[in-house]
T-cell receptor
């Protein structure tokens, strides 16, 4: 069973508010991914890290989304000004090497609702 | 870009009957991607069911099988005899060949097994 811990489980925000969620990857997993899963079950890759360094991120992430994985602290994903379209399940996953054949270990997710 | 297609959004099967969940993929970034099936059981997080990283090979787990067919660009999931405990949402995914690379997921197939 995965030991990736995501908090909070549920998050409700008004439009324009900040929304912040956290992720503790499995011990010994330096590579962390964030995905957004919308109400149509579609996954969208947001960003990934190796230790504290960003490996890849999408354009959307660069504008309103910010993320970090500081040393000895949980990783976090923050939406600066929430929009209704941001309502989704946000999934954090970790892996040992980040190689393409590696298994991703997912947390249970943070379900964000933007009113 | 890469894409993964699961044609059935929902499948209902009676216990002990056979199952096939279709998955086809398209990729422009790599000739032979890595292929995965992930599953989300009710109340649990997304977890790996099986993976195949070599074209022509078959992967298996928990009675499920999937064969990587590069000619038809397919990776269908099959089980000879389903159980009620197999009820879950199944996601086909494609991984690129680069370290730190993200997964591209299909839309998911919700399997309901009738007792």
């Amino acid at each position: 069973n995965s030991k990736v811990i995501q908090t909070p489980r549920y998050l409700v925000k008004g439009q324009g508010q900040k929304a912040k969620m956290r992720c503790i990857p499995e011990k010994g997993h330096p590579v962390v991914f964030w995905y957004q899963q919308n109400k149509n079950n579609e996954f969208k890759f947001l960003i990934n890290f190796q230790n504290q360094e960003v490996l890849q991120q999408i354009d959307m992430t660069e504008k309103r989304f910010s993320a970090e994985c500081p040393s000895n602290s949980p990783c976090s994903l923050e939406i600066q000004s929430s929009e209704a379209g941001d309502s989704a399940l946000y999934l954090c996953a970790s892996t040992k090497t980040g190689g393409a054949a590696e298994t991703l270990y997912f947390g249970s997710g943070t379900r964000l609702t933007v009113l | 870009g890469d894409s993964v297609t699961q044609t059935e959004g929902q499948v209902t099967v009676s216990e002990s009957k056979s199952l096939i969940i279709n998955c086809t993929y398209s990729t422009t970034s790599i000739a032979y991607p890595n292929l995965f099936w992930y599953v989300r059981y009710p109340g649990e997080g997304l977890q790996l069911l099986l993976k195949v990283i070599t074209a022509g090979q078959k992967g298996s787990s928990r009675g499920f099988e999937a064969t990587y067919n590069k000619e038809t660009t397919s990776f269908h999931l099959q089980k000879a005899s389903v159980q009620e405990s197999d009820s879950a949402v199944y996601y086909c995914a494609l991984g690129e060949g680069n370290a730190g690379a993200k997964l591209t997921f299909g839309g998911g197939t919700r399997l309901t097994v009738r007792p």
